[in-house]
């Protein structure tokens, strides 16, 4: 089955740090940028950190400089690591990706969600 399986996330205190990953299973992840995603309580999802496959990054303005994002091409898995977390940081993360599989593209895939809850 293709899908984007995530992991991580949890309950930690304002300062602290914690790592998502987000693996394509079934599939490996196409030439297309991949994201991660935030959804505040009440809040649309937004872009967070993204990652092309030149292994280019950008962030959101809040974000930068406390989070980075990366990828390992052996595991299919992407990565995004989060230091310094803020209160503000809490809510569900969420990666996107095109993936492919048996030479067919299979486009705009979201992992399961994540929760991420900041304490101060």
């Known amino acids: 089955q293709v899908q984007l399986v995530q992991s991580g996330g949890g309950l930690v205190q304002a300062g602290g740090s914690l790592r998502l990953s987000c693996a394509a299973s079934?599939?490996?992840?196409?030439?297309?940028?991949i994201g991660w995603y935030r959804q505040g309580p009440g809040d649309r999802r937004e872009l967070v950190a993204g990652?092309?496959?030149?292994?280019?990054?950008n962030f959101e303005d809040s974000v930068k400089g406390r989070f980075t994002i990366s990828r390992d091409k052996t595991k299919n898995t992407v990565y995004l690591q989060m230091n310094s977390l803020k209160p503000e940081d809490t809510g569900v993360y969420y990666c996107?990706?095109?993936?492919?599989?048996?030479?067919?593209?299979?486009?705009?895939?979201w992992g399961q969600g994540t929760q991420v809850t900041v304490s101060s």
């Open positions: 996107n990706a095109d993936l492919m599989s048996g030479g067919r593209h299979y486009y705009d895939y």
């Open positions: 079934g599939s490996i992840f196409s030439d297309d940028a």
């Open positions: 990652i092309t496959k030149d292994g280019r990054t």
